[in-house]
């Protein structure tokens, strides 16, 4: 990614973002120059594409993007507890060896579970060859769940994705495998090994709230307050353990643009509080740069 001038525009209130989007190299259907264009369209002042386990969006960024500000980040799979647990990385260093030789480890692990997948949909009597899987795999070819829930619709399986996974390659259906992950202590780490800040992925959907509160000896930065399947009773209750526990807030819709996922793209609605956050984590991130 282009480094971005430190001139008067880039200087300018934070007033819009979106820290959540997805590109074409995890499970998004737009690519990176698109989703930069459509930042710009929409007047977003900051955004971060975190694409799951992948930080190769950030090779395809274009060279002039100003006025828009793009934070590296990525969506780290991780387990607590035997529990999904997703984590935000912000600002990681998307060259940092360490990081890399852990993500190529992780698409590898993704590839081979997707083998064993469908070789137990093909005990179940469904056949989808791993190449018509591929076809929906983005330009990564990382392979996650979704894109295998795509065939499935689109052999006519399934009605729809939803479907998908409850019948077939949810958690506790019949051709489901477990992927390839580390624990959130180690995920926590690699990030901030790659100069990164680790926040908690939309918290609504951990299996236990109270999670929340054992990531933070483990060195948890942040937690993203706002998303879209957050009601505003959660919302306040993560501003309230944010203020507690001294973490920063963030906000993103979550966007992948398929009609059956978030399709949000806009500015969100973040507080005051969470843009006084970006900013300064913004402002961090251009130091280390610097």
Request: proline share 5%; aromatic share 8%.
């Amino acid at each position: 990614m282009t480094d971005i001038p430190n001139n008067g525009i880039c200087k300018l209130r934070i007033k819009s973002v979106n820290m959540h989007l997805h590109s074409r190299y995890s499970d998004g259907a737009l690519k990176p120059k698109v989703i930069v264009e459509t930042a710009i369209q929409n007047n977003l002042d900051l955004i971060s594409i975190t694409d799951h386990d992948t930080v190769e969006a950030y090779n395809h960024i274009p060279v002039s993007h100003i006025p828009l500000r793009i934070l590296p980040g990525i969506e780290f799979s991780s387990t607590w507890e035997e529990s999904d647990v997703h984590i935000l990385g912000y600002g990681v260093d998307v060259n940092n060896k360490e990081l890399l030789d852990v993500l190529n480890w992780m698409k590898n692990g993704r590839w081979h579970r997707a083998l064993r997948m469908l070789d137990k949909l093909s005990r179940l009597g469904i056949k989808i060859p791993m190449e018509r899987v591929v076809t929906y795999a983005g330009d990564m070819n990382l392979i996650v769940r979704p894109h295998i829930a795509q065939a499935l619709v689109a052999d006519n399986h399934c009605r729809n994705k939803q479907e998908a996974f409850e019948k077939y390659i949810g958690n506790d259906a019949p051709a489901y495998e477990p992927k390839p992950v580390l624990s959130t202590a180690d995920v926590i780490r690699f990030i901030h090994d790659a100069g990164g800040f680790a926040f908690v992925a939309h918290p609504g959907k951990l299996r236990k709230i109270d999670f929340l509160q054992d990531f933070v000896p483990l060195g948890l930065d942040g937690v993203e307050v706002w998303h879209p399947d957050h009601n505003e009773a959660l919302r306040r209750e993560l501003e309230e353990f944010c203020q507690k526990n001294s973490l920063l807030q963030s906000a993103g819709s979550d966007f992948h643009g398929e009609e059956d996922s978030n399709v949000y793209f806009g500015g969100v609605p973040a507080s005051e509080v969470i843009l006084d956050n970006l900013q300064k984590m913004w402002d961090e991130f251009k130091c280390r740069m610097n």
